[in-house]
């Protein structure tokens, strides 16, 4: 089993940036599809951003040109980065692994941007 944790939220000003991080356990996680997702306030949890085994990355319309997923399979880290954050960012942010039809969620992390 995979356990998932993010970090890196916090509070930012319009236009500003910030680098989530997300950690999953495990031997295996070359093997992984790896998302970001994002849920704010009344508002089901819509995906971010995605990054295949090879690497290969998809972004959600609101976020193109914005944010940029990467992944180190040494360090079993994917990282999103985000810039020019606005405040319809705000939301806490969730990291998914995801193989085999199973899915496994970290706990979140709070980004908040301030206009």
């Known amino acids: 089993q995979v356990q998932v944790v993010e970090s890196g939220g916090g509070l930012v000003q319009a236009g500003g940036s910030l680098r989530l991080s997300c950690v999953a356990s495990g031997n295996i996680f070359s093997m992984y599809i790896m998302s970001w997702h994002r849920q704010a306030p009344g508002k089901q949890r819509e995906l971010v951003a995605t990054i295949t085994l090879d690497r290969s990355t998809s972004y959600a319309d609101s976020v193109k040109g914005r944010f940029t997923i990467s992944r180190d399979n040494a360090k079993k880290t994917v990282y999103l980065q985000m810039n020019n954050l606005q405040a319809e960012d705000t939301a806490v942010y969730y990291c998914?692994?995801?193989?085999?039809?199973?899915?496994?969620w970290g706990q979140g992390t709070q980004v908040t941007v301030s206009s």
């Open positions: 998914r692994a995801f193989r085999n039809q199973f899915a496994h």
